[in-house]
């Protein structure tokens, strides 16, 4: 009666393991406000550094999400395979044991606080493969068989195209950065300029933005961001169209024309600048007053 | 021909040179999309134009957006952007309907295909304001 009732536990646990294994894949919301999180401890110290501090914690984060061709988390998870087999092959040839004291803490139930590894056993277990963490083991994977690495080759397409999917995380973090922007750079307190804050928020987006490239996740900016530099740049373009319309239309002279005015027209025998001179007397209207000489001399 | 009306195309004249300068002076990176958004700001100035029977010279325009944004959008595709914010000709009187014909007219003979193009678009246009 033990043993059936032991086998039905058996049996009962992969079930529910399947269970909670796509509940954690569908609860994308759980990974995003604990990425969240992370960034707004790791971010929030270190003020000076701000695009640093931003730009390491999104390379780091990148490294840990991201998988490119194969798959680097695939190298690293067939790495750790061929390492427990080894492992278990020459610790104990009963790799049946070994199964049962890895079995109780299979799967997400026990990920741990490091996102790296959850996400690796959220990939290895798409991939087909039967993951297995101990709590002794916090942060390593090993598996049940190496066998079983092998078997799914259709889904690492499949996985490729979900990670780089990676766009959503640049969505999370853009939305990170706008909700505490002014966490990390403090315009107001720094006593910039409103026109001037665009061009703070567009670099910091820009390193961020090549941070991703560099990774080949990103190859522009948020459209929403990219709007506003345009505005911007056509804003400063509108500017210096209006001083040119301005100067056509007064027709006035450069300082330079004026400066270089007095030697060269002079050479060449043309008319210099000048300032306009008044046309109209600072008298004109007033009438004379008329003295007679003879009254001047009785009043006397 | 018809007469320009207070002297406009000297102001657009002007007008169009100081876009051009600040297109050419501006000391950062331009993009196409820049250059577009500066032709669809100009729309106004286009109808306005073309309401003092300004007879502007699209291609001539366009090459000189083309040069100021150093050959970064091909003279083709900012004419044809320049004509795309012209005004619906539904919407115009009979003398700056031909204004407008005139105005096209010099873009026609050289990438032929426009008037018909721009043609549907302002029918459907025309269609959905009624």
Known sequence: MVSESGMEQNKAQPHQHEQKLDAAVRDDLTWTQYITNLAANKLAPPKSQTSKVLEDFLTRLSEELYVKGEGRVRERVQGRVEASSKETSSASPDTGASKDRLAPQNGLESRTTDPSVMREALLAQREGAQLNVTPAEVGKLSFSGSQEVSRPTAPVQQLHGELLAGNRWIDVLWQFIAAHQKRLVDPERLGIEPSERMDIQVELIRQLAASYDKLGMLTRLPDSLSEARELKVVDDIRTMALVYVTRSLMDVASPSEIAGDDDESARKGERAIEFPRSVISPYEGIQPIEIKPMDLLLNV | ?130
């Open chain 2, 1 to 130: 021909m018809f007469p320009v009306l207070n002297r406009y195309d000297e102001v657009f004249q002007i007008e169009m040179d100081g876009w051009c300068f600040g297109i050419t002076n501006y000391p950062g990176e331009l993009s196409a999309q820049v250059v577009h958004r500066i032709i669809r700001l100009l729309a106004s100035s286009f109808q306005t134009a073309i309401e003092h029977n300004v007879v502007f010279d699209i291609l001539d325009l366009a090459s000189k957006f083309s040069v100021a944004a150093r050959c970064l959008v091909h003279e083709q595709e900012i004419a044809y952007s320049i004509i795309a914010q012209l005004p619906n000709p539904a919407n115009l009187h009979e003398d700056q309907q031909c204004v407008l014909g005139l105005v096209i007219d010099k873009v026609e003979q050289k990438y032929p295909g426009v008037l018909e193009t721009f043609y549907k678009r302002w029918q459907i246009g025309a269609r959905e304001a009624a």
